[in-house]
Nanobody
Framework: QVQLVESGGGLVQAGGSLRLSCAASGRTAAMGWFRQAPGQEREFVAAITWSGGSTYYADSVKGRFTISRDNAKKTVYLQMNSLKPEDTAVYFC?????????????????WGQGTQVTVSS
């Protein structure tokens, strides 16, 4: 399993933007972003294949968030625009799903510690 370290979270006003980064300690296959709000289940946000040729998004973030990766830097990014208060959560990156069920959190082998994103209204 690889080690994953997220960064880039913070406090932002509604309508603002943040870019999250997730640095991996080694090579990874597909990677994903999930988020968890207080009292809520961890939910899928976005995923990207190793080549970056395919990306997947939750309906709630489609058109506002963009996932990308730089394999030379072993880093995946989540650009978040037009942020809403309901986007407030701890954001986790995950790597190496055992199948192509990229939205299924139980498929991922490695997880980061998470980074807090707070969107004020």
């Amino acid at each position: 399993q690889v080690q994953l370290v997220e960064s880039g979270g913070g406090l932002v006003q509604a309508g603002g933007s943040l870019r999250l980064s997730c640095a991996a300690s080694g090579r990874t296959a597909a990677m994903g972003w999930f988020r968890q709000a207080p009292g809520q289940e961890r939910e899928f946000v976005a995923a990207i294949t190793w080549s970056g040729g395919s990306t997947y998004y939750a309906d709630s973030v489609k058109g506002r968030f963009t996932i990308s990766r730089d394999n030379a830097k072993k880093t995946v990014y989540l650009q978040m625009n037009s942020l809403k208060p309901e986007d407030t959560a701890v954001y986790f990156c995950a790597a190496d799903p055992r199948s192509r069920q990229y939205s299924n959190k139980y498929e991922y082998l490695s997880w980061g510690q998470g980074t807090q994103v707070t969107v004020s209204s």
